[in-house]
């Protein structure tokens, strides 16, 4: 295979990032998606963070497709992380935050968050928001 032709041919997987410091928070996420929400995307995969400066630090290495905060995460929350990656990482990829509740989108739009999904999770609502932002990237 040529440089050029890896340069141009598309991803065999999408790596989706999903941060909770719940864990039942995070397999909701990803059952809501699932790893083929679209058949015009390849299929995703997830890699599951706990911790704020994990997702930093993922994130920081690249090979990150899109990220989903938890705005509600304990003791770092998704939206301030949202935002600290906004401002310090130059090609960050998109950002999913989900909020507590749906007037909480403005501090979702503060962050720099490209989509706010509120709970309770809306599986059809969420799955909207990634493949609309995955696409977007493509």
Not at 13 to 34: E, K, P, W
Not at 43 to 66: C, F, M, N, R, S
Not at 69 to 88: F, S
């Amino acid at each position: 295979m040529t440089e050029a032709t890896e340069r141009t041919s598309p991803p065999v997987v999408l790596r989706v990032l999903v941060y909770s410091d719940n864990a039942n928070t995070r397999a909701q996420v990803i059952s809501a998606i699932g790893t083929r929400p679209d058949p015009e995307l390849p299929k995703l995969e997830y890699v599951e963070v706990a911790t704020g400066p994990v997702v930093i630090w993922h994130l920081d290495a690249g090979g990150i497709d899109l990220a989903v905060l938890d705005g509600e995460a304990t003791p770092v929350g998704g939206m301030g992380i949202a935002k600290q990656l906004k401002d310090e990482i130059r090609d960050c990829p998109p950002i999913v935050v989900l909020t507590g509740r749906p007037d909480d989108a403005w501090l979702a739009n503060w962050s720099r968050a490209e989509a706010s999904v509120p709970r309770p999770i809306d599986p059809i609502r969420l799955a909207d928001a990634v493949v609309t932002l995955l696409r977007a990237a493509a």
